[in-house]
């Protein structure tokens, strides 16, 4: 069964320093989606993306933050400038179509130090 | 906007005997529904929707819940608890409109005692 995949599974970074999160949705989905947990938390909204650009961004989707489909096939997020509470477990989903199920990857806990 | 409340923090079950998640939910049209399981440090699996049709939504592991308009609740719901069945249940929603992107509830931890 086709699955979202993501890297790495658990990042430590300093605070101040650039962190890259990857993404492999599913390969014939078109919307995507970042979302994060806080420590078992409720499941937050980042941003979503659609026909290569963002269709909806959170308040928390700051300019600190950013998406990118580089290559058909990869998407990522990338946190410019670390911050001690963006210490999270931040989710990728991925789906095909309107009305279909979001599908999400197993997370990439990141730890801000 | 959409809004999700999961009223209860935890859910405490014996094993074998029925067990119910409760939700209930807000959007401005027409509601699509999920419930979604998440396991220790694993990722959200998606365990059924309603999107239309049947009030009663059969989804994995003999999950199922009930749409109910009129209470705009989405209740999740098992005959019969297993151990197995301990962990974090979320209820979910997002409108027919939109990039459609999911609101979450708060999740509810659910405990099967044996």
């Known amino acids: 069964e086709p699955e979202v995949t993501q890297t790495p599974s658990h990042q430590v970074t300093q605070m101040g320093q650039e962190v890259i999160l990857r993404c492999v949705p599913i390969?014939?989905?078109?919307?995507f989606y970042w979302y994060r947990q806080i420590l078992g938390q409720k499941v937050e909204f980042l941003v979503s993306?659609?026909?290569?650009?963002?269709?909806?961004k959170s308040e928390i989707f700051d300019d600190q933050f950013s998406v990118e489909r580089p290559d058909g096939s990869n998407f990522t997020l990338k946190i410019r400038s670390t911050k001690l509470e963006d210490s999270a477990m931040y989710f990728c989903a991925s789906m095909r179509g309107s009305g279909n199920t979001i599908y999400f990857g197993e997370g990439s806990w990141l730890t801000v130090v | 906007a959409q809004s999700v409340a999961q009223p209860e923090d935890q859910v405490n079950v014996a094993e074998g005997n029925p067990l119910t998640v409760k939700c209930t939910y807000s959007v401005s049209g027409n509601p699509y529904l999920f419930w979604y399981v998440q396991y220790p440090n694993r990722g959200l699996q998606f365990l059924l929707k309603?999107?239309?049709?049947?009030?009663l939504v059969k989804g994995s592991y003999g999950f199922e819940a009930e749409f109910n308009k009129s209470q705009t609740s989405f209740h999740l719901k098992k005959p019969s608890a297993l151990v197995s069945d301990s962990a974090l249940y979320f209820c979910a929603v997002r409108d027919d409109r939109g990039f459609q992107k999911l609101v979450f509830g708060t999740g509810t931890r659910l405990l099967v005692s044996p």
């Open positions: 993306f659609y026909n290569n650009e963002i269709s909806e």
């Open positions: 390969s014939n989905h078109l919307y």
């Open positions: 309603y999107i239309t049709g049947d009030n």
